[in-house]
Nanobody, 121 residues
Framework: VQLQASGGGLVHTGDSLRLSCAASGRTLRPYHMGWFRQAPGKEREFVVAINRSGGTRYTDSVKGRFTISRDNAKNTVYLQMNSLKPEDTAVYYC????????????????WGQGTLVTVSS
């Protein structure tokens, strides 16, 4: 499955962005989907995941601000990001996996190219 992330940009503290992850080549229906981010000089970290049944898991720092959703009919996963903070600045990657564990980068076999989110203070 090929993944294409989009929607990043330059925003100010408190603003919102919606990232999209469009899939091609295969339906996303059987996959768990995740968003990860990587800030300059840091390791890639888990942000949020949605399993094939719609269950979600968020890292603590984004709970209450970010919302993941999936539209299997459109073969797309979304990440709504509200109340953005400068510490959210990173390249955001979407990924797909069929692993039973899906909150570590190593659990994922399919990755999009990343989209840059920059939050200015």
């Amino acid at each position: 499955v090929q993944l294409q992330a989009s929607g990043g940009g330059l925003v100010h503290t408190g603003d919102s962005l919606r990232l999209s992850c469009a899939a091609s080549g295969r339906t996303l229906r059987p996959y768990h989907m995740g968003w990860f981010r990587q800030a300059p000089g840091k390791e890639r970290e888990f942000v949020v995941a949605i399993n094939r049944s719609g269950g979600t898991r968020y890292t603590d720092s984004v709970k209450g601000r970010f919302t993941i959703s999936r539209d299997n009919a459109k073969n797309t996963v979304y990440l709504q990001m509200n109340s953005l903070k400068p510490e959210d600045t990173a390249v955001y990657y979407c990924a797909a996996t069929s692993s039973v564990i899906y909150y570590r980068p190593t659990d994922y076999g399919y990755w999009g190219q990343g989209t840059l989110v920059t939050v200015s203070s």
